[in-house]
C-alpha cells in the first residue's frame, strides 16, 4: 500500500526556518517523483517543489526560488522540504505528493496537481509577521 506522511510544519515568526518530511512507504523512489504543494484558506491548492531521484533534477516555484530547498534520502525513503526566510504568504497547509516517473525530467509538468497519483495528509505550516 503506498503512504504519505508528511511533517515538520508548525509556527514560526517570519524570516525564520522549518523543514519539512515526507516519508514514503510502499514504493521506491525510482519509481515515482514527489512534489511538494501548499494550500492557503480560501486558496487553491498550489504548486511549490518537486524532486526527481530518477532523473537527478529539482523544480521550483518561482515564489519559493532561492528560499526553499527539497532533497531526499533515498536509504530513509523520506523527502524534505527545507524553508528558510519565511513569509507570512507562506502560510499554508503542506502536502506532499508522488508520481510515476516517465524517464525524463518532469520539468513542463510537475506542477500539475493531476499528474500525482498519491497524496500525503498536510502538515500546517504558520508564519507570524
Known amino acids: 500500500e503506498v503512504q504519505l506522511q508528511a511533517s515538520g510544519g508548525g509556527l514560526v515568526q517570519a524570516g525564520g526556518s522549518l523543514r519539512l518530511s515526507c516519508v514514503a512507504s510502499g514504493f521506491s523512489f525510482e519509481d515515482f517523483d514527489i512534489g511538494w504543494f501548499r494550500q492557503a484558506p480560501g486558496k487553491e491548492r498550489e504548486e511549490v517543489s518537486c524532486?526527481?531521484?530518477?532523473?537527478?533534477?529539482?523544480f521550483y516555484a518561482d515564489s519559493v526560488k532561492g528560499r526553499f530547498t527539497i532533497s531526499s534520502d533515498n536509504a530513509k525513503n523520506t523527502v524534505y522540504l527545507q524553508m528558510k526566510s519565511l513569509k507570512p504568504e507562506d502560510t499554508a497547509v503542506y502536502f506532499c505528493a508522488a508520481m510515476a516517473v516517465t524517464g525524463v525530467p518532469p520539468k513542463t509538468y510537475w506542477m500539475f496537481r493531476a499528474v500525482y497519483e498519491y497524496w500525503g495528509q498536510g502538515t500546517l505550516v504558520t508564519v507570524s509577521s
Open positions: 524532486i526527481s531521484s530518477s532523473t537527478d533534477s529539482t
